[in-house]
């Protein structure tokens, strides 16, 4: 808990600065362009992509992170597939918002972050299961999914509030191209300032 409180206020802290990038930095080419609609498209396949990845993998450690030693499902070709996730939607975000300083600010934000995470998380995981977990970090790399070790019982338990929570945030993220939709309606009529626009 106090791992995961940690990485949500370094993110807090971090999240005026992309807020302002996010309102305030606009692209130079048309938004009924060609290239908006592949740069909003790419960003789609993105959100779903990272979406999919943290779905799979809250049916197999939801309510169970850190209280046991989850190595079957995606945990069985990466050993943290939900930052993976995690990092898809971020890129995501950058794609669908047509912002590439945000397609930089935001993985340069979330990856040292969940990098640091995930140190903190190992050095806590070794001890508290020692010899077993050492052996699936032998075997199971840190991020690059290895897809040839993929093993998966045919039924897991799940937990229901995990899924609950993983289906608002589904939503969330889901909205965030409205969102975009409606920062450009604000934009062309002048009611928010652009302050700048980077080069296309």
Known sequence: MKLRKLRIDLLKLLFVPI??????????????SYRAFFVEFLGYLFLLSGLTVRI??????????????ITEGPY???????????????????LCFENLLMLLLVPAVIIPVHFLTVIMEESHLKERF??????????????WPRFSAYQS?????????????IALDTIGVLLLPQVEDFLELL???????????FPS
């Open 19 to 32: 807020l302002f990038v996010v309102v305030f930095v606009r692209p130079s080419w048309s938004l009924d």
């Open 56 to 69: 799979w993998c809250i049916f197999y450690i939801g309510g169970r992170k850190t209280k046991e030693l």
């Open 76 to 94: 069985s070709i990466c050993r943290n597939p939900l930052y993976v996730g995690t990092f898809l939607l971020s890129i995501g975000v950058g």
């Open 130 to 143: 020692g010899t077993a977990y050492l052996e699936y970090q032998r075997r199971v790399p840190r991020f």
């Open 153 to 165: 019982p045919e039924y897991v338990e799940v937990n229901v509030k995990a899924v609950r929570r």
């Open 187 to 197: 934009h062309e009529h002048n009611i928010l300032p652009v302050f700048w626009h």
